[in-house]
């Protein structure tokens, strides 16, 4: 099993660029989670989606929208990148919510 | 409203002292309380979860009701135990979420 992966690995942008990360997990996870994690502000939660066919605000979810594609896949996107997006990005599943998380390894993004 | 402290940004220790990473919550109910790591570069993992009662990597953790604390102990810290370390907590209520505290990097030197 992959766990949870996510592309791409690294990203630049310039200002008002648009772009979609992408999760996905194996694990048959029903929820699945976009954090962002930025220097001495830990892991805040942008958007969640507890199950397939639904998703909800987090912390920050202000310039990103997301889609629960179906089960597997669960994608990020900046319509109209700033460089307050200038940050790490991860996605997570767990089987319910509120229990175990496991991430995947990150999208380093920068907006100039 | 649900909250994780984690008061020291950085912790410095010597190889083969003890570690105490610090963490104090704010929960209304009984919580359960996690440990996630997360070594240079790398994605975050579970170290420990409260509800295990296990000892992960020589990492014990006792969650005290009292003093609202989950402190994260090792008693002889080693090289590879450097990395940034984050405690969090179910968000509650009908959102079905972890909050993280702000993490403490532990850097232990030779």
């Known amino acids: 099993n992959a766990g949870v992966t996510q592309t791409p690995k690294f990203q630049v942008l310039k200002t008002g660029q648009s772009m979609t990360l992408q999760c996905a997990q194996d694990m048959n996870h029903n929820s699945m989670y976009w954090y962002r994690q930025d220097p001495g502000m830990g892991l805040r939660l942008i958007y969640y989606?507890?199950?397939?066919?639904?998703?909800d605000k987090g912390e920050v979810p202000n310039g990103y929208n997301v889609s629960r594609l179906n089960k597997r896949e669960f994608s990020l996107r900046l319509e109209s990148a700033a460089p307050s997006q200038t940050s790490v990005y991860f996605c997570?599943?767990?089987?319910?919510?509120?229990?175990?998380?496991?991430f995947g390894p990150g999208t380093r993004l920068t907006v100039l | 409203a649900q909250r994780v402290t984690q008061p020291e940004k950085l912790l410095s220790v010597f190889k083969g002292a003890p570690v105490e990473l610090k963490c104090n919550y704010s929960?209304?109910?009984?919580?359960?309380l996690f440990w996630y790591v997360q070594y240079s570069r790398q994605r975050l993992q579970l170290l420990l979860r409260h509800i295990s009662r296990e000892s992960i990597k020589g990492f014990t953790a006792d969650l005290n009701k009292g003093e609202t604390s989950f402190h994260l102990k090792k008693p002889f810290a080693q090289e590879e135990d450097s990395a940034m370390y984050y405690c969090a907590l179910p968000s509650g209520g009908s959102q079905g979420n972890l909050i993280f505290g702000k993490g403490t990097k532990l850097s232990v030197k030779p």
């Open positions: 929960y209304s109910g009984s919580p359960e």
């Open positions: 997570a599943s767990s089987e319910n919510s509120g229990i175990t998380q496991y």
């Open positions: 989606s507890a199950s397939e066919g639904t998703t």
